[in-house]
């Protein structure tokens, strides 16, 4: 199993550019979360799904659109970027009712809007 | 609300000391406790996990945490610091709200291990 996959994992945009940021996984895991990293503040969760075709909003997700056709796919969307989304963004995936409530984590995409 | 403290941002502990990481919680419900570690420009990686059955949880790489609920504590130890432990450690709760699972990470805190 290749586990959570994250693609880009580096990318510089400017001001206004939109972009997608991909995640997968062949775990079929129910849950999926994409969360963004910055100094002093931990991971704080954008958007999460609970299944195909469901979406919701986590703690920050002013800027950003997810979508999830798939079990596999949850792909990030910034439509138009701003230097404040410049972080480290991680895509989570998770199977409910394991009794585990484990998350398994991609390895990150590095963002900078310039 | 649902909420994890970390207590200290950077810890910085001798090769060979012990190595305490302090995490308080609050919460309404019953919680899932974890840490998770990152190493320099890597994802997260699961170290143990509090899912109330033992309250003493042991992971990987000899660390080990206690859940106390008296003190909502959820400290991460271990006897001996190696230079690999070197890294950032989050501590995160998770509930239930509504039918679906909720989660919140602490800040982190850096963990330096000095040779």
């Known amino acids: 199993n290749a586990g959570v996959t994250q693609t880009p994992k580096f990318q510089v945009l400017k001001t206004g550019q939109s972009m997608t940021l991909q995640c997968a996984q062949d775990?079929?895991?129910?849950?999926m979360s994409w969360y963004r990293q910055d100094p002093g503040m931990g991971l704080r969760l954008i958007h999460y799904?609970?299944?195909?075709?469901?979406?919701d909003q986590g703690e920050v997700p002013n800027g950003y659109n997810v979508s999830r056709s798939t079990t596999e796919d949850f792909p990030l969307r910034l439509l138009s970027a701003a230097p404040s989304q410049t972080s480290v963004y991680f895509c989570?995936?998770?199977?409910?009712?394991?009794?585990?409530?484990?998350?398994?984590f991609g390895p990150g995409t590095r963002l900078t809007v310039t | 609300a649902q909420s994890v403290t970390q207590l200290d941002s950077h810890v910085s502990v001798s090769e060979g000391t012990p190595v305490l990481l302090r995490c308080n919680y609050s919460?309404?419900?019953?919680?899932?406790l974890f840490w998770y570690v990152q190493h320099p420009n890597k994802g997260l990686q699961l170290l143990l996990k509090?899912?109330?059955?033992?309250?003493l949880v042991k992971g990987i790489n000899v660390f080990e945490a206690e859940f106390k609920k008296s003190e909502t504590s959820f400290h991460l130890t271990k006897p001996s610091a190696h230079m690999s432990d070197a890294a950032e450690y989050f501590c995160?709760?998770?509930?239930?709200?509504?039918?679906?699972?909720?989660?919140?990470f602490g800040t982190g805190t850096k963990l330096q291990v000095i040779p």
């Open positions: 995160v709760v998770t509930w239930r709200s509504g039918g679906y699972q909720k989660v919140t």
């Open positions: 989570a995936s998770r199977e409910p009712g394991t009794g585990s409530d484990e998350q398994y």
């Open positions: 799904s609970v299944g195909a075709g469901i979406t």
């Open positions: 775990m079929n895991h129910e849950y």
């Open positions: 919460s309404s419900y019953s919680p899932s």
């Open positions: 509090y899912t109330s059955a033992a309250t």
